[in-house]
């Protein structure tokens, strides 16, 4: 299974940026797919996820202002940012954990300029 990621870039305090994943090859089973943001000197930190059942769930900070989608059938998950921080500048990950096993895509990097 290989993540690839989509959509980061460079955007003014109090835009919106839309990223987008979708995992190639077989899923099967029940599984959850999620973002994850990492800045340079810190631990990988969690934001949202959406279970292949339907569930989601937000990090601390994100819930108002972020939503996690996906689209059926696809493998793919998207998480729309509104009302972007100084502090949301990172390169955010995409994730999928099905039957055991976790999977990292490559990352693609959020400015957010002040």
């Known amino acids: 299974v290989q993540l690839v990621e989509s959509g980061g870039g460079l955007v003014q305090a109090g835009g919106s940026l839309r990223l987008s994943c979708t995992a190639s090859g077989t899923v099967l089973g029940v599984n959850v797919m999620g973002w994850y943001r990492q800045t340079i000197g810190n631990q990988r930190e969690w934001v949202a996820s959406?279970?292949?059942?339907?569930?989601?769930n937000y990090g601390d900070g994100v819930k108002d202002r972020f939503a996690v989608s996906r689209d059926r059938g696809k493998n793919t998950v998207h998480l729309q940012m509104y009302s972007l921080k100084p502090e949301d500048t990172a390169v955010y990950y995409c994730?999928?954990?099905?039957?055991?096993?976790?999977?990292w895509g490559l990352g693609t990097l959020v400015t957010v300029s002040s």
């Open positions: 994730n999928l954990q099905v039957s055991g096993q976790s999977f």
């Open positions: 959406y279970g292949s059942d339907g569930w989601m």
